[in-house]
């Protein structure tokens, strides 16, 4: 059984700042690429930044310069620090990792979302 729990999530001023918090746990072996999308309502869920286990990042274009992503492979944690807050990046942030996984004595590699966490920006 695998847990990703996340935190951080709020509401904020247009140009402030927050940190969100995602932390996998239960039967890990490795993890691979950690992420985080977002998602408001009528639209599909998107891209917002990845980041692999060696530290190559990718974000989305409209994040790029203002969010950056960041893990601590020891904690199974990824962080996303959103600086410069706009209303139109007000949306429910959900976590994302592919991580192998013990199955009995078979190890998976699974892909497992977060429950999400509110993100409100007011202008």
């Known amino acids: 059984q695998v847990q990703l729990v996340e935190s951080g999530g709020g509401l904020v001023q247009a140009g402030g700042s927050l940190r969100l918090s995602c932390a996998a746990s239960g039967s890990i072996l490795s993890i691979n690429t950690m992420g985080w999308y977002r998602q408001v309502p009528g639209k599909q869920r998107e891209l917002v930044a990845v980041i692999t286990s060696g530290g190559r990042t990718n974000y989305a274009d409209s994040v790029k310069g203002r969010f950056t992503i960041s893990r601590a492979n020891a904690k199974n944690t990824v962080y996303l620090q959103m600086n410069s807050l706009r209303p139109e990046d007000t949306a429910v942030y959900y976590c994302?990792?592919?991580?192998?996984?013990?199955?009995?004595?078979?190890?998976?590699?699974?892909?497992?979302w977060g429950q999400g966490t509110q993100v409100t920006v007011s202008s």
């Open positions: 994302n990792a592919g991580l192998l996984t013990r199955d009995g004595s078979n190890a998976r590699y699974l892909n497992y």
